[in-house]
């Protein structure tokens, strides 16, 4: 088992592809920390004088719609009374924390994609270039060239996750550090928290991509399936009321609760009264895990039973 496992490491550091996907992930990274650094600058004179605006243009609203002293006035503007405070109107700058949540929930989904595509090349390669069916002639035992296959593909998820965290990271810091100084750079236990939910949902994605590809033996049925899955349940979700359990198993409310600690599913058929949707269900972190958990193990069960009775030799 230790060899297999040591070949299947060694050929995954061979491949082009990963040097590639870890470029990539860096390459996210930074453009997510371009994308959102407008988030955390700092207050400018511009933004003191659209606030005023903003004020100005809502007080002479006020003065127009609720300043004649008639019944339909009355009942319009009610305790309504024109705004003072220029502070409601200012942009609030991102804390550090909230700014590298929002690059990395920006570069997520890029990242579980290059993931999956990674845990599944690994293995469909082996299929599409027939090197399986050598493999199996020297190893006849199929569950220890799976589960190292599927190991190995899993490690490559994990590399290029720490890669775009860690690059995430760091374009983050030196993107804050030059808008608004060291003294602002402050974060909660939130920061960490979401780092770590990443790091699990691109376990489990590597752990499925790999182990499927090892049932059906293709990169791309296995990238169909997942494509197919998600779209799938989004439409679904859309689809049926938001009181329905069935929610609580979509892949897709699934995967948000995984990245997010929770999901809020709203029924868009239900108006509270403040004109909003009602909350149907909140899927819980805990749910989301253990239902990830078991599903990916059911995955490389089924795959594992199915790939010991294919005839690839044939």
Same mark, same amino acid.
């Given at each position: 088992m230790s060899s297999l496992l040591r070949a299947e490491l060694l050929r995954l *550091?061979?491949?082009?592809?990963?040097?590639? /996907? /870890?470029?990539?992930?860096?390459?996210?990274?930074?453009?997510?920390a371009a994308v959102f650094a407008d988030d955390a600058r700092p207050l400018t004179v511009h933004d003191r004088q659209n606030a005023q605006y903003l004020l100005d243009s809502e007080r002479e609203y006020f003065e127009q719609e609720c300043s004649e002293a008639s019944a339909s006035s009355e009942d319009v503007c009610g305790d309504w009374e024109p705004p003072t405070d220029i502070q409601p109107f200012l942009r609030t700058p991102v804390s550090f924390g909230m700014?590298?949540?929002r690059v990395v929930t920006f570069g997520f989904p890029i990242?579980? /994609?290059?993931?999956?595509? $990674?845990?599944?090349?690994?293995?469909?390669?082996?299929?599409?270039?027939? %090197?399986?069916?050598?493999?199996?002639?020297?190893?006849?035992?199929?569950?220890?060239?799976?589960?190292?296959?599927?190991?190995?593909?899993t490690v490559g998820g994990l590399l290029l996750a720490?890669?775009?965290?860690?690059?995430?990271?760091?374009?983050?810091?030196?993107m804050f550090l030059s808008l608004r100084g060291a003294d602002d750079m402050t974060a909660d236990i939130d920061l960490p928290l979401s780092l770590g939910r990443v790091v699990v949902l691109a376990l489990l994605i590597a752990v499925?991509?790999?182990?499927?590809?090892?049932?059906?033996?293709?990169?791309?049925?296995?990238?169909? *399936?997942?494509?197919?899955?998600?779209?799938?349940? *989004?439409m679904l979700a859309d689809a049926?009321?938001?009181?329905? $359990?069935?929610?609580?198993?979509?892949?897709? %409310?699934?995967?948000?609760?995984?990245? %997010?600690?929770?999901?809020?599913?709203?029924?868009?058929?239900?108006?509270?009264?403040?004109?909003?949707?009602?909350?149907a269900h909140v899927i819980t972190y805990d749910w989301a895990l253990a239902y990830s958990v078991i599903g990916t193990l059911l995955i490389v069960a089924i795959s594992l039973w199915w790939f010991r009775r294919r005839d690839i030799l044939r």
């Amino acid at each position: 088992m230790s060899s297999l496992l040591r070949a299947e490491l060694l050929r995954l *550091v061979s491949r082009r592809l990963l040097v590639v /996907l /870890l470029v990539c992930m860096a390459g996210v990274a930074a453009f997510g920390a371009a994308v959102f650094a407008d988030d955390a600058r700092p207050l400018t004179v511009h933004d003191r004088q659209n606030a005023q605006y903003l004020l100005d243009s809502e007080r002479e609203y006020f003065e127009q719609e609720c300043s004649e002293a008639s019944a339909s006035s009355e009942d319009v503007c009610g305790d309504w009374e024109p705004p003072t405070d220029i502070q409601p109107f200012l942009r609030t700058p991102v804390s550090f924390g909230m700014y590298t949540e929002r690059v990395v929930t920006f570069g997520f989904p890029i990242m579980l /994609l290059a993931v999956a595509v $990674l845990a599944a090349s690994l293995v469909g390669g082996e299929f599409s270039s027939g %090197n399986i069916g050598t493999q199996l002639l020297f190893t006849p035992r199929r569950s220890p060239l799976l589960i190292a296959k599927v190991v190995a593909g899993t490690v490559g998820g994990l590399l290029l996750a720490f890669a775009q965290l860690g690059a995430t990271l760091a374009f983050s810091a030196i993107m804050f550090l030059s808008l608004r100084g060291a003294d602002d750079m402050t974060a909660d236990i939130d920061l960490p928290l979401s780092l770590g939910r990443v790091v699990v949902l691109a376990l489990l994605i590597a752990v499925m991509a790999g182990a499927l590809t090892m049932a059906v033996g293709s990169t791309l049925i296995t990238a169909g *399936v997942f494509a197919v899955t998600l779209l799938g349940s *989004v439409m679904l979700a859309d689809a049926i009321t938001g009181f329905s $359990l069935t929610q609580l198993l979509l892949p897709s %409310n699934i995967l948000w609760a995984m990245l %997010n600690g929770s999901h809020e599913v709203f029924d868009i058929a239900s108006f509270g009264y403040d004109g909003g949707p009602v909350l149907a269900h909140v899927i819980t972190y805990d749910w989301a895990l253990a239902y990830s958990v078991i599903g990916t193990l059911l995955i490389v069960a089924i795959s594992l039973w199915w790939f010991r009775r294919r005839d690839i030799l044939r």
